[in-house]
């Protein structure tokens, strides 16, 4: 099983990126993903989530109304959609898998490499 997250980059403060985040032994549309990030000296956290189904999804509360996951019409690649970045978005962003939607990444079985994203002026 294999997760890859794509998309980071460089950009400035009040810009927008996608994220997607693909596998493969697995299809995503039977799996909750979550989304997690990690700056630099900081542990990891939760960003977003959105079940197989896509009836519940989750926010950290920093990134509500700035941040939207979502499924493809595939369902075989999650999305995070995030605008109005800021530089405290910085960080290191992962994907990952498990049968449970949830906030707490220490129950996600799957794990991808992560894309970084850097927001700097």
């Known amino acids: 099983v294999q997760l890859q997250a794509s998309g980071g980059g460089l950009v400035q403060p009040g810009g927008s990126l996608r994220l997607s985040c693909a596998a493969s032994g697995i299809r995503l549309d039977t799996y909750a993903i979550g989304w997690f990030r990690q700056a630099p000296g900081k542990e990891r956290e939760f960003v977003a989530a959105?079940?197989?189904?896509?009836?519940?999804?989750e926010y950290e509360d920093s990134v509500k109304g700035r941040f939207t996951v979502s499924r493809g019409r595939s369902r075989n690649t999650v999305y995070l959609q995030m605008s109005s970045l800021k530089a405290e978005d910085t960080a290191v962003y992962y994907c990952?898998?498990?049968?449970?939607?949830?906030?707490?990444?220490?129950?996600?079985?799957?794990w991808g490499q992560g894309t970084q994203v850097t927001v700097s002026s």
């Open positions: 959105i079940s197989w189904s896509g009836d519940t999804i």
């Open positions: 990952a898998a498990d049968k449970v939607v949830g906030t707490d990444a220490i129950f996600y079985d799957y």
